[in-house]
């Protein structure tokens, strides 16, 4: 079973950030948190992961709590292209081909 | 840079019957991992193979078979197919290293009648 909690669906204006929160309040202290979305019948597609310090890429910024209990991901500028199914997961450090176990995911709106 | 490749994109089957599925990795991985993702649900993983052997396999019955061949590419074989097989198939390569994550392709849509 997934380890993460997620709110099923949110809404987001274009151009606004879209902040997606993300529970995962028994993670330990080897496992990273790892965020991929999915667009409309395509694969996941890989974003970012972080393991207790705040990380940016080009894609999204993953802001960790500092107790690792929950975590955001944030698109700065969403655009109807980030219309898609978000999903949060937790996975041991050095687990390369650990197989990545997804939940429901969130689903976000970005609306014009 | 070709990333992860599957065929066919689209398949539909009936009852009883086997299907084959492909799966080409990105380049330089060495692992294929397959998931199924029923209608409205996350991706639920199917088995792993590395050096062309199965390593880890999910909760899946004996009908879903696989297999990796010399040059990393694989299949995922499904027999005596049910209606409920009817899903996305999705194929994930990676290397074996600690750091790294897994890459999809872009799925196979499965309907079976």
């Known amino acids: 079973d997934a380890k993460t909690t997620q709110p099923p669906s949110m809404d987001c204006a274009e151009g606004r950030a879209a902040n997606l929160p993300c529970n995962h309040s028994t993670i330990s202290g080897n496992e990273y948190v790892y965020w991929y979305r999915q667009i409309h019948s395509q694969g996941p597609q890989y974003i970012i992961h972080?393991?207790?310090n705040n990380e940016t890429n080009e894609m999204a910024s993953l802001i960790i709590t500092e107790d690792r209990k929950s975590s955001t991901l944030i698109l700065p500028h969403a655009t109807l292209r980030d219309t898609a199914v978000y999903y949060c997961?937790?996975?041991?450090?050095?687990?390369?081909?650990?197989?990545?176990?997804f939940g429901k995911g969130t689903r976000l709106s970005v609306i014009a | 840079d070709a990333g992860v490749t599957q065929s066919p994109t689209h398949l539909i089957k009936t009852r009883g019957q086997q299907v084959t599925l492909r799966c080409s990795p990105k380049s330089g991985h060495d692992t294929v991992s397959w998931y199924q993702q029923a209608l409205g649900q996350g991706p639920q993983f199917i088995f792993q193979?590395?050096?062309?052997?199965?390593?880890q396999r999910g909760n899946f019955p004996d009908r879903f078979s696989g297999h990796q061949f010399p040059n990393y590419s694989s299949e995922l074989n499904v027999n005596a197919l049910l209606l409920g097989d009817s899903a996305l198939y999705l194929c994930?390569?990676?290397?074996?290293?600690?750091?790294?994550?897994?890459?999809f392709g872009p799925g196979t849509r499965l309907l079976v009648l």
């Open positions: 994930a390569s990676s290397i074996t290293s600690p750091k790294e994550t897994q890459y």
């Open positions: 972080g393991l207790k």
């Open positions: 193979y590395y050096e062309e052997e199965e390593r």
């Open positions: 997961i937790v996975r041991p450090v050095n687990s390369g081909n650990t197989p990545l176990v």
